[in-house]
């Protein structure tokens, strides 16, 4: 039985349609760490629904709704995404707001941090609940922290974002205005062994620029320095 009441008979949606929105939810989560081309993405996972989209945005969006919500996943990411692209932002419906909604119920499940949603996402599940998106543990008072204070000149290396080797590195340093600041050491822009590097944001003390950065990072990078650890709220991601 259909979720959502439908006007026609047919439903114009491939019988692999779960295949294909699990595919381009995988792709649009995290589109470097798949396996899909991204040049195949319109041709393959977008375009071929345009007709049906354009046609019939409702409808459109009840037969995906019945289609991904008892598959669930990253299905369901998929089918969300391909209603904003297909039809657009501004849309809304019952189904296409079940899908949608749903979506971030099953990123929140596997400890997805609110960082990695989009701007609409998150504005869309403040908008329709009420409940913390993911609770961290307590931050570590500043008896409890163990920092070394910063020895003059000292650049300290408190974490690495990525495995890669050209991956952006932060450091910790002293202002020139007695404060404390996060230095990033990051790729120049073209390909190849040019680094930079800038600041990123400061504070009076390593407790407060830690706390900070903690923040920002929501869950663990691929290293992170003991005693920035503690400040990192949430665990990493199941997904």
């Not at 590195?169 to 050491?185: L, S």
């Not at 390909?191 to 990123?200: A, H, I, M, Y």
């Not at 003390?205 to 950065?213: A, E, M, R, V």
Request: charged share 20%; glycine share 8%; with cysteine.
């Amino acid at each position: 039985m259909a979720l959502f009441p439908r006007t026609s008979r047919a439903t114009p949606l491939p019988g692999d349609v779960v295949s294909l929105m699990e595919r381009f939810g995988r792709f649009e989560f995290d589109p470097v760490g798949t396996d899909i081309d991204a040049s195949d993405v319109w041709g393959e996972l977008q375009a071929p629904f345009l007709p049906f989209a354009q046609s019939d945005p409702h409808g459109f969006a009840r037969a995906l709704a019945d289609a991904v919500l008892p598959a669930g996943g990253f299905a369901l990411f998929g089918a969300a995404r391909t209603v904003w692209n297909l039809v657009g932002s501004d849309f809304s419906s019952p189904a296409y707001g079940a899908v949608r909604m749903a979506a971030l119920e099953f990123f929140r499940a596997n400890g997805v941090p609110s960082n990695r949603l989009s701007a609409a996402d998150w504005r869309f599940w403040q908008e329709n609940r009420s409940e913390p998106w993911l609770v961290g543990r307590p931050l570590p008072t500043p008896e409890e922290a163990r920092i070394a204070p910063l020895a003059p000149g000292e650049l300290r290396r408190i974490a690495q974002v990525t495995e890669d080797p050209d991956a952006n590195v932060v450091y910790v340093a002293a202002a020139p205005d007695g404060r404390v600041k996060a230095v990033v050491d990051a790729p120049a822009g073209d390909p190849g062994p040019t680094r930079c590097r800038f600041d990123w944001t400061s504070a009076d003390t390593l407790h407060d620029l830690y706390t900070w950065i903690g923040e920002a990072f929501q869950t663990p990078v691929h290293w992170v320095a003991d005693e920035l650890r503690p400040f990192i709220p949430l665990p990493p991601s199941r997904i």
